[in-house]
């Protein structure tokens, strides 16, 4: 959640979701943004000392793992 906030005072459009069913049966919560934003998300979690845990592309129904 802390992401979340710093993203989106950022003015990045993001989403807080659940994590996808077909990725984890955890209950974590993934954001969700565009690929055309995965530069300035980065670099904005970068800054405020933030790590991307696991990056996702989904095609269709299935997800592709990108890290």
Do not use: T, Y
């Amino acid at each position: 959640m802390k992401a979340e906030k710093i993203l989106q005072g950022a003015d990045l459009e993001i989403l807080l979701i659940p994590v996808p069913r077909q990725l984890s049966a955890d209950c974590g919560m993934a954001i969700r943004f565009s690929h055309q934003v995965l530069e300035p998300v980065s670099r904005v979690l970068q800054k405020n000392g933030l790590d991307i845990a696991e990056l996702w592309l989904k095609k269709g129904e299935d997800f592709e793992r990108l890290s």
